[in-house]
């Protein structure tokens, strides 16, 4: 019997939310780490049982934290997220180049292969790798020492590298957005990055089509054609099909395409879900209505999905990493709100019901399906 | 033995309890305390202080002796009571509103 285990970031501590295949029953574990903000928790591809957590706090600052039984026990590992040599400087919010500082792990990606090996993604702007289970993390500083790393600048929530796609055919292959200084991908490992951001358009940068500075929020990929990429940039939907050597828009008749998250079907490389956001200055639905939208033609054609959802005075965000798929024969969707709820699909998002109603406000969402 | 009283996530995270009792070498400063809890609680390490800078993280206050040691030179030594073991080093957790 399959299982499918949901790993809730909020606020103020951790979620671990399991079912059965059906996922209509859960079972609700909690709060792990309380009190603490859970910016992100994944687990191993390889060994499910191994997750990683990211636990921060303003007062306190950095701590992962380590499971290898699926939740049930963590042990803290290594915490020190040391840039690499002299840090040197990026552009401020006031213009002036300020030092890169370390604030906290918003993602961490483990391996495809390796439980060992995990990706983490930092404020400021920076990737970190380990390859001891998270005891030692060293900067892949080729990243950051981007001849365009001194023009990068923060978005409103800081200068976050929160997106970490591993590509499954290619283990040279990593693409990460950085809000806000865009996408970048390398095909060496980590070694060199290019900009990815030709074709985006963002008019709250004084150059519309700039090489770098673009506010991504998000990008998704489906597995089987990993060259093949959507994004929720800060506005625009936007699509890839050569591993984002140029991008094309696809928002199509959303009635908002800002938004934070974006997701792929497990098993439909062409169906995406996003959950528009009224703008950038309200954060929250058009009209108080929730609703999820999806495209099953990659984009351009949206149908708002709406059953189970609330339809009016509702008023909550979706974060960037609040959304994911599990991978069951039909296929569930879940996504967590600012306002404490987890909403589960179990038909590739016809219907939604929640989980959980009444969590702090939820970080980030992942899912695994355990057979 | 120099007593420290820990906030609460920083007691969880060390699995102790309220205080803890710490031997410490040489002059009882901020350092040297600070310097002795990372030794015996390695996890606290980065949690009160910045790992390179040693720089008190900006929302954590050191209080003794009904007074704020926070602002003081970490080398400066610490209050008679506190080196004596009669009063605690307060680590402290910085109010926020909201």
């Not at chain 1, 489906?222 to 060259?227: F, I, L, V």
């Not at chain 1, 991008?247 to 528009?276: C, Q």
Request: hydrophobic share 35%; net charge negative.
């Amino acid at each position: 019997m399959s299982t499918v285990r949901v790993l809730v970031g909020t606020r103020k501590g951790a979620f671990i939310l399991t079912s059965d295949g059906k996922r209509q029953d859960w079972e609700v574990s909690g709060p792990h780490f309380a009190g603490w903000e859970i910016f992100h928790m994944k687990g191993s591809p390889v060994d499910p049982n191994r997750i990683y957590t990211s636990q921060t706090s303003g007062w306190f600052g950095q701590m992962i934290q380590r499971s290898n039984d699926g939740g049930k026990s963590w042990e803290p590992v290594g915490k020190e997220f040391a840039y690499d040599g002299v840090a040197g400087t990026h552009q401020w919010y006031d213009g002036t180049q300020h030092p890169w500082e370390f604030a906290r792990v918003w993602h961490l990606e483990p391996s495809l292969t390796d439980p060992d090996t995990v990706f983490a993604g930092a404020e400021d702007a920076a990737l970190f790798k380990t390859t001891d289970g998270g005891m030692n993390w060293q900067e892949l500083s080729g990243l950051r020492r981007h001849s365009t790393g001194p023009s990068w600048a923060p978005g409103a929530g800081g200068m976050c590298l929160h997106t970490i796609l591993l590509d499954p055919s290619d283990p040279q292959r990593i693409y990460i957005a950085i809000s806000a200084a865009g996408a970048f991908r390398t095909d060496d490992g980590g070694e060199t990055w290019r900009p990815i951001n030709k074709g985006l358009h963002s008019l709250y940068i004084p150059d519309p089509e700039a090489e770098v500075g673009h506010c991504v929020h998000r990008i998704a990929m489906h597995p089987s054609r990993p060259g093949v990429l959507f994004m929720q940039k800060h506005w625009d939907v936007m699509r890839s099909e050569n591993a984002g050597d140029c991008w094309r828009e696809v928002s199509g008749n959303l009635p908002s395409d800002f938004g934070f998250p974006i997701d792929v079907h497990a098993h439909e490389p062409e169906t995406l879900y996003v959950v528009p956001i009224k703008s950038d200055s309200e954060h929250f639905p058009p009209e108080g209505k929730l609703r999820v939208y999806r495209s099953r033609t990659g984009g351009e054609e949206w149908e708002p999905l709406t059953k189970g959802l609330p339809q009016e005075d509702c008023y909550v965000n979706i974060l960037r990493d609040a959304m994911a798929v599990d991978s069951m024969d039909s296929c569930g969707v879940y996504f967590g709100t600012t306002g404490g709820q987890v909403y589960a699909s179990s038909d590739s998002g016809d219907t939604w019901a929640p989980i959980v109603r009444d969590l702090p406000a939820v970080l980030s969402v992942e899912v695994q399906t355990l057979r | 033995m120099i007593r420290v009283e820990l906030p609460a996530h920083l007691r969880t995270l060390a699995q102790v309890g309220e205080e803890v009792s710490l031997e410490v070498q040489g002059a009882v400063t901020q350092a040297s305390v600070l310097d002795a809890l990372e030794a015996r609680y390695p996890v606290l390490r980065g949690a009160v202080r910045d790992p390179a800078t040693r720089q008190r993280r900006a929302l954590v206050r050191f209080f003794a002796c009904q007074r704020d040691l926070s602002h003081e030179d970490p080398d400066t030594p610490l209050p008679e009571a506190v080196a004596k073991g009669e009063e605690p080093f307060l680590i402290v957790g910085a109010m926020a509103g909201g």
